[in-house]
């Protein structure tokens, strides 16, 4: 056993493109926790919240037995030990942490120890998590064609068009399209655009539809969804408002589309309500914001016990997007993840933050094969990272 010698908090954001508040792109900045055992191995993790929020978090002086510093507690501990580890770091933070950025400061700690463990054993993170359950990965691609901000109907659909050949064209058979339009269509418009969205992706590809939270209303999500029936739908993703937990219920027993939902969630304990209290088919768990791969572990053990799916959220780097092929590859009720291609979201971040990237061929990726998560850290792309963030931070 190798020891843990070094925990770092790299803050990292682009620098070359102005901060555009008014978009949806979680691309523009992560928080990688970088943890070296004291042969010089290093473990990277990342978490999907403000970096600098988690950053403060992970720095902060310890006060008393619910409050500790969590970089303190990892120091000297064997990586291999995560679960243990995140038991101890949960209880240590419950003050400032409980379900919150907490949750997903601690959800990168928990990342980068089993890619440390993992090189230390020299076993691809899967083998860690359990073993291979199935033969291959069917990764999903998400279609967003950035926030109207002036666009019109047609122009965003131009944009769809194009994201949906080069999502095939690069290999994928699962695609999943947003539609953040808003207040660009009435409901009644917003049902022809997706059979439109049908109709350009044909019948042979897996389509899953987001609406970005655009309903208050479960009869309205309902109204929407039946006119969409003879789509074949996969799932319809963030109908209602992500803690409206009856109102999912309600759509979900009157629906005959999957209702999922809970990519915001944060812990066991959260996902428990979303189904339970929820009742949606399938739960999205982010594993950097939910509480890491140990914590995704024991979702997905509780949501088998429901018939519940776990098809996990990723919006951020290839470190997010390795830890999606690891969990399904280990996971049976998982059928698909979500996998954020670099061909397809131009940010520096998720292009070259770390390498190597998967290929797909006919929907499918093989299971990963290099020890740990299987991807390093480019350090050119990390210190201009550093230099963007601390712009930000100077205004
Ligand atoms: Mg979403």
């Known amino acids: 056993m190798s020891k843990i010698a070094k925990v770092e908090v790299l803050p990292l954001a682009l620098s070359n493109k102005p901060n555009n508040q008014t978009d949806c792109d979680g691309t523009v900045d992560t928080l990688v926790v970088r943890i070296t055992d004291e042969d010089g191995r290093c473990g990277i993790g990342e978490c999907d919240a403000p970096p600098s929020v988690v950053k403060a978090f992970l720095e902060m002086p310890g006060a008393h037995i619910w409050s500790m510093n969590p970089i303190g507690i990892l120091m000297g501990r064997d990586p291999l030990e995560a679960p243990a ?75 769809t068009q194009k994201l949906f050949d080069k999502a095939i064209q690069i290999g994928f058979r699962a695609v999943k399209m947003e539609v953040l339009f808003y207040d660009l269509v009435t409901d009644r418009q917003l049902v022809e655009v997706i059979k439109e969205g049908r109709r350009m992706l044909g019948d042979e590809i897996t389509m899953m539809v987001d609406f970005g939270y655009r309903w208050r209303d479960w009869h309205a999500a309902k109204w929407v969804l039946d006119r969409i029936e003879d789509c074949n739908i996969y799932f319809a993703e963030a109908t209602l408002q992500h803690d409206d937990l009856y109102g999912h219920a309600r759509l979900s027993e009157s629906c005959g589309i999957r209702i999922c939902g809970a990519e915001q969630a944060a812990t066991r304990w959260e996902i428990h309500e979303w189904i339970q209290t929820g009742k ?65 979201y131009d940010s520096p971040l998720r292009q070259s933050l770390v390498s190597p990237e998967p290929m797909i061929v006919n929907g499918r990726m093989e299971l990963p094969a290099a020890p740990g998560l299987g991807v390093d850290l480019d350090e050119e792309t990390v210190r201009k990272g550093l230099a963007g963030f601390e712009a930000l931070q100077t205004g």
């Not at 890619?115 to 691609?141: C, I, M, N, S």
């Not at 594993?287 to 951020?316: D, F, M, T």
């Not at 470190?319 to 059928?335: D, P, Y």
């Open 85 to 159: 580890i995140w038991q101890r770091l949960y209880e240590a933070t419950n003050y400032p942490g409980r379900r919150g950025s907490g949750i997903h400061a601690i959800s990168a700690m928990d990342i980068a120890l089993y890619d440390l463990a993992g090189k230390q054993a020299g076993k691809p993170v899967y083998k860690l998590l359990g073993g291979a359950k199935r033969e291959f990965l069917t990764p999903y691609a998400t279609i967003f064609q950035g926030m109207p901000q002036g666009r019109s109907l047609s122009q965003m659909m131009d944009v």
């Open 280 to 344: 949606v088919a399938i739960v999205q768990p982010d594993i950097n914001r939910c509480g890491g791969l140990s914590e995704i572990r024991r979702i997905a053990e509780l949501a088998e016990l429901y018939g519940v799916q776990v098809v996990p959220h990723g919006w951020k780097t290839g470190i997010t997007a390795a830890c999606g092929r690891h969990f399904q590859a280990s996971t049976l009720n998982a059928e698909a993840f979500e996998f954020l291609s670099p061909y397809l």
